[in-house]
C-alpha cells in the first residue's frame, strides 16, 4: 500500500512562488502531480520516473514548474515558480504502481494524496 501526504500549499499573488511536498511511504516507478481547478478534469502536470530521475511537463507549466524527489527523506516535491491565476487548483500527488499508463493520464495512477489548495491572486 501507498500512501501519500501532501503539504506546502496556500495563497500567493501572481508572479510568486511555492513548494508542494508529498510524504511518500514508498516511491513507485512513476510519481506525478495533478492539478484540479472547480469545473475543470484533473490534468497532470509534472512527472517523474523515479529510478532514472527523468522529468516531464506539460506545456502550461514548463519552465515555471520543476519536480523532484528525496530518496532519503521519502519525498517528492514540486517547486511552482512565476505562478498565474490560471495555476490556482487543487494539487495532487500521485503514484503509479502498473506500467504502460500514459505520463499525463489520470487513469495510469492507483494511488493519491489527499490534495492540497493553491491560490493565486492578479
Known amino acids: 500500500q501507498v500512501q501519500l501526504v501532501e503539504s506546502g500549499g496556500g495563497s500567493v499573488q501572481a508572479g510568486g512562488s511555492l513548494r508542494l511536498s508529498c510524504a511518500v511511504s514508498i516511491f513507485t516507478y512513476m510519481m506525478a502531480w495533478f492539478r484540479q481547478a472547480p469545473g475543470k478534469e484533473r490534468e497532470g502536470v509534472a512527472v517523474i520516473l523515479i529510478s532514472r530521475g527523468s522529468t516531464y511537463y506539460d506545456d502550461s507549466v514548463k519552465g515555471r514548474f520543476t519536480i523532484s524527489r528525496d530518496m532519503a527523506e521519502n519525498t517528492l516535491y514540486l517547486q511552482m515558480s512565476r505562478l498565474k491565476p490560471e495555476d490556482t487548483a487543487v494539487y495532487y500527488c500521485?503514484?503509479?504502481?502498473?506500467?504502460?499508463?500514459?505520463?499525463?493520464?489520470?487513469?495510469?495512477?492507483?494511488?493519491w494524496g489527499q490534495g492540497t489548495q493553491v491560490t493565486v491572486s492578479s
Open positions: 500521485a503514484a503509479a504502481t502498473k506500467y504502460g499508463g500514459s505520463l499525463y493520464t489520470a487513469r495510469a495512477y492507483n494511488y
